[in-house]
Protein backbone atom coordinates (compact mmCIF):
# COMPACT_ATOMS: atom_id res chain seq x y z
CA UNK A 1 0.00 0.00 0.00
CA UNK A 2 1.66 3.49 -1.05
CA UNK A 3 0.94 6.39 0.80
CA UNK A 4 0.42 9.28 -2.02
CA UNK A 5 -1.10 12.40 -2.59
CA UNK A 6 -4.26 11.02 -3.48
CA UNK A 7 -4.97 9.58 -0.24
CA UNK A 8 -3.87 12.93 1.46
CA UNK A 9 -6.29 14.51 -1.21
CA UNK A 10 -8.97 11.86 0.22
CA UNK A 11 -8.74 12.44 3.56
CA UNK A 12 -8.57 16.12 2.92
CA UNK A 13 -11.66 16.20 0.94
CA UNK A 14 -12.99 14.01 3.66
CA UNK A 15 -11.77 16.37 6.39
CA UNK A 16 -13.83 19.12 4.82
CA UNK A 17 -16.67 17.44 4.18
CA UNK A 18 -16.79 16.55 8.10
CA UNK A 19 -15.85 20.27 8.80
CA UNK A 20 -18.94 21.39 6.52
CA UNK A 21 -21.42 18.94 7.80
CA UNK A 22 -20.39 19.76 11.69
CA UNK A 23 -20.58 23.42 10.85
CA UNK A 24 -23.81 24.18 8.68
CA UNK A 25 -25.63 20.62 8.60
CA UNK A 26 -25.46 18.90 11.94
CA UNK A 27 -26.43 22.50 13.84
CA UNK A 28 -30.19 22.39 11.68
CA UNK A 29 -30.42 18.37 12.16
CA UNK A 30 -30.16 18.90 15.91
CA UNK A 31 -31.97 21.05 16.45
CA UNK A 32 -34.99 19.67 14.61
CA UNK A 33 -34.46 16.63 16.78
CA UNK A 34 -34.52 18.62 19.56
CA UNK A 35 -37.57 20.33 18.74
CA UNK A 36 -39.44 16.71 17.63
CA UNK A 37 -38.23 15.35 20.93
CA UNK A 38 -39.43 18.44 22.47
CA UNK A 39 -43.16 18.00 21.27
CA UNK A 40 -43.31 14.37 21.66
CA UNK A 41 -42.06 15.19 25.63
CA UNK A 42 -45.02 17.73 25.51
CA UNK A 43 -47.66 15.44 24.00
CA UNK A 44 -46.46 12.59 26.12
CA UNK A 45 -46.83 15.32 29.46
CA UNK A 46 -50.25 16.54 28.28
CA UNK A 47 -51.70 12.80 27.31
CA UNK A 48 -50.50 11.71 31.36
CA UNK A 49 -51.97 15.32 31.92
CA UNK A 50 -55.51 14.32 30.24
CA UNK A 51 -55.01 10.58 31.53
CA UNK A 52 -54.89 12.21 35.24
CA UNK A 53 -57.54 15.01 34.08
CA UNK A 54 -59.80 12.01 33.26
CA UNK A 55 -59.48 9.99 36.11
CA UNK A 56 -59.72 12.72 38.20
CA UNK A 57 -63.41 13.53 36.75
CA UNK A 58 -64.50 10.39 36.92
CA UNK A 59 -64.04 10.06 40.22
CA UNK A 60 -65.54 13.52 40.63
CA UNK A 61 -68.43 12.56 38.22
CA UNK A 62 -68.26 9.56 40.12
CA UNK A 63 -69.11 11.64 43.50
CA UNK A 64 -71.83 13.53 41.85
CA UNK A 65 -73.55 10.48 40.80
CA UNK A 66 -73.58 8.67 44.37
CA UNK A 67 -74.12 12.76 46.00
CA UNK A 68 -77.66 13.06 43.66
CA UNK A 69 -78.75 8.96 44.40
CA UNK A 70 -78.53 10.23 48.15
CA UNK A 71 -80.24 13.15 47.76
CA UNK A 72 -83.01 11.70 45.20
CA UNK A 73 -83.34 8.77 47.89
CA UNK A 74 -84.02 11.92 50.83
CA UNK A 75 -86.40 13.41 48.82
CA UNK A 76 -88.70 9.78 47.95
CA UNK A 77 -88.23 9.57 51.68
CA UNK A 78 -89.30 12.90 52.57
CA UNK A 79 -92.22 12.22 49.61
CA UNK A 80 -93.33 9.13 51.81
CA UNK A 81 -93.29 10.58 55.08
CA UNK A 82 -95.70 13.99 53.79
CA UNK A 83 -97.78 11.25 52.35
CA UNK A 84 -98.09 9.19 55.25
CA UNK A 85 -98.58 12.53 56.87
CA UNK A 86 -101.49 13.76 54.65
CA UNK A 87 -102.73 9.73 55.19
CA UNK A 88 -103.05 10.63 58.67
CA UNK A 89 -104.04 14.16 58.80
CA UNK A 90 -106.91 13.37 56.38
CA UNK A 91 -107.84 10.04 58.87
CA UNK A 92 -108.04 12.78 61.92
CA UNK A 93 -109.97 15.10 59.58
CA UNK A 94 -112.59 11.80 58.58
CA UNK A 95 -112.69 10.71 62.01
CA UNK A 96 -113.43 14.36 63.51
CA UNK A 97 -116.14 14.74 60.71
CA UNK A 98 -117.72 11.36 60.99
CA UNK A 99 -117.69 12.24 65.51
CA UNK A 100 -119.51 15.58 64.35
CA UNK A 101 -121.84 14.34 61.51
CA UNK A 102 -122.53 11.46 64.09
CA UNK A 103 -123.55 13.78 66.85
CA UNK A 104 -125.54 15.99 64.48
CA UNK A 105 -127.62 12.97 63.97
CA UNK A 106 -128.13 11.92 67.43
CA UNK A 107 -129.15 15.60 68.14
CA UNK A 108 -131.45 15.53 65.26
CA UNK A 109 -132.82 12.34 66.36
CA UNK A 110 -133.40 13.14 70.02
CA UNK A 111 -135.26 16.09 68.72
CA UNK A 112 -137.49 13.55 65.96
CA UNK A 113 -138.10 11.75 69.23
CA UNK A 114 -139.20 14.68 71.62
CA UNK A 115 -141.41 15.71 68.36
CA UNK A 116 -142.89 12.22 68.47
CA UNK A 117 -143.27 12.00 72.31
CA UNK A 118 -145.10 15.82 72.30
CA UNK A 119 -147.19 14.49 69.48
CA UNK A 120 -147.94 11.38 71.38
CA UNK A 121 -148.79 13.40 74.44
CA UNK A 122 -150.98 15.67 72.64
CA UNK A 123 -152.95 12.29 71.04
CA UNK A 124 -153.10 10.56 74.76
CA UNK A 125 -154.20 14.01 76.12
CA UNK A 126 -156.95 14.08 73.39
CA UNK A 127 -157.65 10.10 73.61
CA UNK A 128 -158.23 11.02 77.58
CA UNK A 129 -160.44 13.37 76.80
CA UNK A 130 -162.87 11.71 74.58
CA UNK A 131 -162.90 8.98 76.42
CA UNK A 132 -163.76 11.05 79.73
CA UNK A 133 -166.17 12.99 77.89
CA UNK A 134 -167.51 9.54 76.51
CA UNK A 135 -167.86 8.21 79.80
CA UNK A 136 -169.32 11.46 81.29
CA UNK A 137 -171.89 12.22 78.42
CA UNK A 138 -170.74 15.41 78.23
CA UNK A 139 -168.32 17.72 76.65
CA UNK A 140 -165.28 18.42 78.62
CA UNK A 141 -163.89 22.03 77.62
CA UNK A 142 -160.43 22.11 76.65
CA UNK A 143 -159.63 25.59 76.86
CA UNK A 144 -161.51 25.99 80.24
CA UNK A 145 -159.89 22.53 81.96
CA UNK A 146 -156.10 23.49 79.48
CA UNK A 147 -154.20 23.05 83.31
CA UNK A 148 -155.84 19.57 83.62
CA UNK A 149 -154.42 18.74 80.59
CA UNK A 150 -151.18 20.17 80.59
CA UNK A 151 -150.82 17.79 84.12
CA UNK A 152 -152.00 14.96 82.39
CA UNK A 153 -149.35 15.31 79.69
CA UNK A 154 -146.52 16.18 81.88
CA UNK A 155 -147.16 13.09 83.81
CA UNK A 156 -147.07 11.04 80.43
Sequence with gaps: MSFNLTLIGQAAAF???????????????????????????????????GKKSLELSAKQAGEEVAGARHRAADIVAQADKRGAQVIEDAKTSAKAEGAREKAAAKAEIEQEVSRAREKLRDQVAALAVAGAEKILRREVDAKAHADLLDAIKKQL
Design 15 to 49: ALFIWFTVKFVWPPLLRAIEARQKTIADGLAAAEQ
